[in-house]
């Protein structure tokens, strides 16, 4: 699909492209079935997309799974989708916003193995991202595209200027697998910044226990939403007392001075334990 068609299909039904909702449609269907590959999507397979667009995508994933349940917020897109009966017949098309969507329910009418991919708008990227690993328990894996500087937030190690809450807790119960960076002008209207698929796959012995996930948030989001502050100082909410957390740092061999960005992800697990022991 060219440019040109898009720019027809959204003239024929009175529509364009919103910037405020970061569509950006994928014109490429060598892309398209090639980033199916990169997903692993097979045959037998249920998928659910975020993100329709116009199709492009939904239909490559349509020809390698087994079913294809996929999610569009914009209404006026899904009203163009169906009067041009844009979709194959294995692919079911919900008029949804991912952020209200019942995904765990969708996710339980696909069936196994269950696969999500997504193109995710930097608005709504971080929320999405979130709620998927809630999911993992369900999911063979997930691919997503996103802005690049998004992707490299979940990827980034740390010390660095990326370095945050959303990639600390994706690195304590999922693998990151970077797969391609693509140019603007694989999308129509041709956005201002890169974009990166990535598949997102659960590990097998993730850092956390179960239910523990949250107690590890808590700490992620005061400390790095300080993040210029001594974890001394920025934790000093979520703990009896200052002097019963500066003995919950040093229990766990966490100098008092450190700040957010120098810990590793198991630091902050054990620090979580800590402070739950001493709250108990």
């Known amino acids: 699909m060219s440019a040109a068609e898009i720019r027809a299909i959204l003239a024929r039904h009175g ?31 249920g998928v ?69 991919v997504a193109n995710l708008p930097y608005s709504i990227s971080a929320p999405v991202l979130r709620r998927l690993l809630d999911l993992r328990d369900r ?17 980034a190690p740390p010390g660095s200027r990326d370095y945050g809450s959303l990639g600390v807790l994706h690195g304590l119960v999922v693998r990151i697998e970077p797969k391609l960076e693509l140019p603007p002008g694989c999308f129509y209207p041709v956005p201002r910044v890169r974009s990166s698929f990535l598949r997102i796959v659960p590990l097998a012995e993730p850092l956390v ?17 300080m993040r210029r502050k001594t ?4 934790l000093r909410a979520l703990a009896a007392s200052p002097e019963s957390l500066a003995r919950a740092l ?18 902050f697990v054990a620090l979580a ?5 001493r709250a108990a």
């Open 139 to 155: 999911l063979v894996d997930w691919s997503v595209m996103l802005q690049r500087e998004v992707a490299r937030r979940l990827v």
């Open 209 to 225: 226990a179960p239910g523990e996930l949250a107690a590890v948030e808590a700490i992620l989001r005061r400390a790095f939403g």
């Open 250 to 267: 040093d229990e766990v061999g966490i100098d008092r001075r450190a700040r957010a960005e120098q810990l590793p992800a198991a630091r």
């Open 48 to 116: 659910l997309e975020i993100g329709t667009g116009l199709g492009v995508l939904t239909r490559a994933l349509a020809a390698r799974a087994a079913r294809v349940v996929t999610l569009e917020v914009d209404a006026g897109i899904v009203r163009a989708l169906r009067a041009e009966a844009a979709l194959p017949a294995n692919a079911l098309l919900i008029h949804a916003d991912v952020l209200r969507a019942d995904l765990a329910s969708l996710l339980g009418g696909l069936g196994r193995p269950a696969r999500v």
């Open 15 to 45: 529509l364009r492209a919103q910037r405020a909702r970061g569509q950006n449609f994928l014109v490429d269907e060598a892309l398209a079935a090639r980033l199916v590959d990169l997903a692993g999507v097979e045959a037998g397979d």
């Open 273 to 277: 334990r800590a402070l739950q022991a």
């Open 231 to 234: 974890l001394a100082n920025a």
